[in-house]
Nanobody, 118 residues
Framework: QVQLMESGGGWVQTGGSLTLSCAASGTISHINPMGWYRQAPGKQREFVARVTGGGKATYADSVKGRFTISRDNPKNTVYLQMNSLKPEDTAVYFC????????????WGQGTQVTVSS
């Protein structure tokens, strides 16, 4: 069993910054990919960023250059530093972890709200 606990969401004005954190516990280790997805009202959940156990990061085009994902392996924690926030970044952000031999088992946190006002 894997538990993911997000924190750090909130309200910010356009151009501001927020940092999200996700602490993982249970049957998970530093080799498991972890990342972030988001879901805006009336829209499907979409990929934001992911980091492998080795530290390789990938990003959605919409956040490249503005968001940075990182992880602290001893703490099994992943972070999402969000800069230059835009109103279209407003969404519930979900932490994600992949387990299983083929990294095909998804685990989700409960989500944290990020609201960017114009």
């Amino acid at each position: 069993q894997v538990q993911l606990m997000e924190s750090g969401g909130g309200w910010v004005q356009t151009g501001g910054s927020l940092t999200l954190s996700c602490a993982a516990s249970g049957t998970i280790s530093h080799i498991n990919p972890m990342g972030w997805y988001r879901q805006a009202p009336g829209k499907q959940r979409e990929f934001v960023a992911r980091v492998t156990g080795g530290g390789k990061a990938t990003y959605a085009d919409s956040v490249k250059g503005r968001f940075t994902i990182s992880r602290d392996n001893p703490k099994n924690t992943v972070y999402l530093q969000m800069n230059s926030l835009k109103p279209e970044d407003t969404a519930v952000y979900f932490c994600n972890a992949l387990t299983g031999y083929f990294s095909d088992v998804n685990h989700w946190g409960q989500g944290t709200q990020v609201t960017v006002s114009s």
